[in-house]
């Protein structure tokens, strides 16, 4: 069972069976995510939430069976 997915933020939420480490984890991760994503929206002239759109869109493409991820509704799916 994976600990997390991506949100169609691009961002990872930690799922059933995740650990407190992992949640650690989680949110380390998602802080430089987030850090990143204002860095490039800034030097884009774009707002953060259409870059973290575009990260999601890319990392659905790339995400291996089984992974779990958010579609654009808001729906849990595996892929």
Do not use: P
Request: aromatic letters at 6%.
């Amino acid at each position: 069972r994976k600990a997390a997915g991506f949100t169609n933020r691009a961002m990872l939420e930690a799922r059933d069976g995740a650990t407190d480490e992992d949640r650690i984890l989680i949110a380390e991760e998602n802080a430089r995510r987030m850090k990143r994503f204002g860095e490039i929206a800034k030097s884009s002239g774009v707002a953060v939430e259409s870059v973290q759109k575009r990260r999601a869109l890319k990392l659905r493409e790339k995400l291996s069976a089984g992974a779990w991820y958010q579609d654009d509704a808001g729906n849990w799916v595996q892929k």
